[in-house]
């Protein structure tokens, strides 16, 4: 399915957190208590109220100068998900589903997950995404803004951003896009390269190793069905036979 795709150029950011605050805003979740941590990153990590944040990766690069990259982090909307995979293993068929149109990977607040199932989902997701709350048992993350997107609108962080680095559209149009931008920046930066295109919808495109950026900016293991996943499938009969929970 061509769907849609996100692609963001991390070598525009300015950190300025628009983003963050407009996917804040469009979704009313609430501001989350935070302190002063030594950094500018803020708040700390993405939480069950925050499904878009700004990480800061500051280190000494070889030249001895200070290096600052930004990485505005969010669900990949894997083509594959495995969180979805795992959720339907463990019996939670409507917790998580795939948005036929766009491909927007999509998670169901109404449906009550128990706190150990939702370690596993959270396991599952390559890129450290998954949240939950304990009170009202339920996952959040990124939507796509799919209320937005399904109306001919932008995805509240990618109107908002002033600098280009968010871009959203088709994604034989973000791929295109994405693979020109690289080509441009390949003389200056021979490192610069995408994030995963194959398996996902949010392209990222760095000019440094990933981990520089993030732990978690690019899959750590294979994307699709892990072996994790595999097995859950394999035991799936028996998790039925306890009913299903969503
Ligand atoms: S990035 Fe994680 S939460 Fe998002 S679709 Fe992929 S596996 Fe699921
Ligand atoms: S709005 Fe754009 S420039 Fe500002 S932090 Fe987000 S991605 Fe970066």
């Given at each position: 399915?061509?769907?849609?795709?996100?692609?963001?150029?991390?070598?525009?950011?300015?950190?300025c957190?628009?983003?963050?605050?407009?996917?804040?805003?469009?979704?009313?979740?609430?501001?989350?208590?935070?302190?002063?941590?030594?950094?500018?990153?803020?708040?700390?990590?993405?939480?069950?109220?925050?499904?878009?944040?700004?990480?800061?990766?500051?280190?000494?690069?070889?030249?001895?100068?200070?290096?600052?990259?930004?990485?505005?982090?969010?669900?990949?909307?894997?083509?594959?998900?495995?969180?979805?995979?795992?959720?339907e293993?463990?019996?939670?068929?409507?917790?998580?589903?795939?948005?036929?149109?766009?491909?927007?990977?999509?998670?169901?607040?109404?449906?009550?997950?128990?706190?150990?199932?939702?370690?596993?989902?959270?396991?599952?997701?390559?890129?450290?995404?998954?949240?939950?709350?304990?009170?009202?048992?339920?996952?959040?993350?990124?939507t796509?803004?799919?209320?937005?997107?399904?109306?001919?609108?932008?995805?509240?962080?990618?109107?908002?951003?002033?600098?280009?680095t968010?871009?959203?559209?088709d994604?034989?149009q973000?791929?295109?896009m994405?693979?020109?931008?690289?080509?441009?920046?390949?003389?200056?930066?021979?490192?610069?390269?995408?994030?995963?295109?194959?398996d996902?919808?949010?392209?990222?495109?760095?000019?440094?190793?990933?981990?520089?950026?993030?732990?978690?900016?690019?899959?750590?293991?294979?994307?699709g069905?892990?072996?994790?996943?595999?097995?859950?499938?394999?035991?799936?009969?028996l998790?039925?036979?306890?009913?299903?929970?969503?």
């Amino acid at each position: 399915m061509e769907g849609k795709a996100f692609f963001i150029d991390t070598t525009l950011c300015t950190a300025c957190r628009g983003c963050q605050i407009a996917c804040k805003q469009w979704n009313q979740l609430p501001a989350t208590e935070t302190k002063n941590r030594g950094g500018f990153q803020n708040p700390e990590d993405l939480s069950f109220f925050t499904y878009k944040l700004v990480r800061f990766s500051e280190y000494m690069g070889s030249d001895g100068k200070p290096v600052w990259y930004f990485f505005p982090d969010q669900c990949r909307h894997c083509i594959v998900p495995p969180c979805k995979d795992i959720a339907e293993a463990l019996g939670y068929k409507k917790a998580i589903t795939q948005d036929a149109v766009t491909g927007a990977v999509l998670f169901n607040q109404k449906v009550k997950v128990q706190a150990d199932d939702f370690e596993e989902i959270k396991e599952s997701c390559p890129f450290n995404i998954p949240r939950y709350d304990p009170k009202q048992m339920a996952m959040a993350k990124c939507t796509m803004c799919i209320d937005r997107v399904s109306n001919g609108l932008l995805p509240a962080c990618v109107k908002t951003c002033p600098t280009g680095t968010m871009n959203f559209g088709d994604r034989s149009q973000m791929l295109a896009m994405a693979n020109k931008r690289l080509k441009e920046l390949k003389a200056q930066y021979p490192k610069a390269h995408l994030l995963n295109v194959e398996d996902i919808r949010t392209i990222f495109l760095v000019i440094d190793d990933s981990e520089k950026y993030y732990e978690f900016a690019k899959s750590h293991g294979p994307l699709g069905i892990t072996r994790l996943v595999a097995m859950k499938k394999l035991i799936r009969p028996l998790v039925s036979l306890s009913g299903v929970k969503g």
